[in-house]
């Protein structure tokens, strides 16, 4: 069972991405920030995909990356650590940024087509939404994980 590393002042999990160079983009963010990132299998897409490794650049050696082969995997080895789940959704009405996170939250994000099913939303410990006035359905999930990183670390005074 792969257990989420938890070594950084949050983590970012990623439940059956679709599109490799956004999951590039998450495992760059996070090896910049000093982030796990999740990947909740099966993604849509082959782990060594060429736009993968293009968007993550050099950034994937440095990356801490768990992968789960599905979320069940994923909820147990959560539940062993005591962790805090924090979906991301559009369904939400409380604002991320009115949200108090925490030390260890887990910030989980949907597929990019479909977001995560019903019984995902379940088992969150809390759901959040980042605003959006322009009319869109939501967000890019690379931008959506960038911002709400950035909220977290900001509220947990994280010194970079």
């Known amino acids: 069972m792969a257990v989420p590393t938890g070594s950084g002042p949050v983590s970012l ?3 059956q991405p679709d599109i490799a160079g956004n999951t590039g983009t998450i ?3 996070g090896a910049c920030l000093g982030l796990a990132v999740d990947i909740i299998e099966p993604a849509g897409f082959d782990l060594s995909d060429r736009a993968l490794k293009r968007a993550g650049m050099d950034y994937l050696a440095m990356s801490r990356l768990v ?3 599905d979320f069940a995997a994923f909820e147990a080895a959560r ?3 005591g ?3 924090v979906l991301f959704t559009t369904k939400a009405t409380t604002r991320y940024t009115d949200f108090a996170f925490q030390a260890g939250d887990i910030l989980l994000f ?3 087509s479909a977001g995560v099913p019903d019984g995902v939303h379940m088992l969150a410990d809390a759901a959040v939404t980042i605003p959006m006035d322009g009319g869109g359905r939501s967000l890019n999930l690379a931008v959506a994980a960038g911002m709400a990183a950035g909220e977290a670390l900001r509220q947990i005074s994280w010194g970079g």
């Open 27 to 29: 495992l760059r963010l």
């Open 83 to 85: 962790r805090r789940l």
């Open 13 to 15: 999990a990623l439940y």
């Open 79 to 81: 539940r062993a650590t």
């Open 110 to 112: 949907g597929r990019e």
């Open 67 to 69: 992968r789960h082969v």
